[in-house]
């Protein structure tokens, strides 16, 4: 079967930096998305990778392994308006997104 | 410029009722999809549409029919809603293909007692 992990809940202080980790077992590899939600709302994109290495955009950067499955999100000089729960997702073989259950990162003063 | 929107936010239904949420996007999108997310679970793909006139079944389709007779709409129905259906939905558009980013409308908020 197809396999997102996400750590389920993660606790980061205001300043420092997080990274949020996600490994992938599917049938087959186009592209991994990284969404932001949120509660209450909608998924909002943060980033797309399909070649393996680190993308940075901002305070937020994404790193891809393809050989390992493994991906993760790094969140710089966090701030209160972070707090969200952060979306894994893996475009497979069939170009259809499988989707992680989320990590929910609480930013604490 | 609305982007993706939905309709209605918030619904509660009795079992065995029918109810069609409507999505709407103003971007030109030739893709759109239905998810439904529940608690601790990943967001799961209803069906989808490459483009108008077109549907197709997702991971969790079982319950659940749609219509694209319009590229901007997407609709989803519930011929005879059952509790295991409460849940958010949410409706997304991409532009040409599924590597594009999917934009979501707020989400529909369904209760079935």
């Known amino acids: 079967g197809q396999n997102i992990d996400q750590p389920t809940e993660m606790t980061a202080t205001e300043g420092a930096i997080v990274q949020i980790n996600c490994t992938y077992q599917?049938?087959?590899?186009?592209?991994l998305f990284w969404y932001q939600q949120h509660a209450g709302e909608a998924p909002t994109f943060l980033s797309y990778?399909?070649l393996d290495g680190l993308e940075e955009k901002g305070r937020f950067s994404s790193f891809l392994s393809r050989s390992k499955g493994y991906s993760y999100l790094l969140l710089k000089e966090l701030q209160m308006k972070d707090s969200a729960s952060y979306l894994c997702a893996v475009l497979d073989s069939n170009y259809q997104l499988i989707w992680g259950a989320g990590t929910k990162l609480i930013i604490k003063p | 410029n609305a982007g993706v929107t939905q309709t209605p936010k918030f619904r509660v239904l009795k079992t065995g009722q029918s109810m069609t949420l409507l999505c709407a996007q103003d971007?030109?999108?030739?893709?759109m999809y239905w998810y439904r997310q529940d608690p601790g679970m990943g967001l799961r793909l209803i069906h989808y549409?490459?483009?108008?006139?077109?549907?197709a079944k997702g991971e969790v389709p079982d319950g659940y029919n749609v219509s694209r007779l319009k590229k901007q709409n997407f609709l989803l129905g519930l011929e005879s809603a059952a509790p295991s259906q409460t849940s958010v939905y949410f409706c997304?558009?991409?532009?040409?293909?599924?590597?594009?980013?999917?934009?979501f409308g707020p989400g529909t908020r369904l209760t079935v007692l």
């Open positions: 549409s490459v483009g108008e006139g077109t549907t």
């Open positions: 971007m030109n999108h030739e893709y």
């Open positions: 997304a558009s991409a532009g040409q293909g599924a590597t594009d980013t999917q934009y």
């Open positions: 990778n399909v």
């Open positions: 599917t049938s087959g590899f186009n592209g």
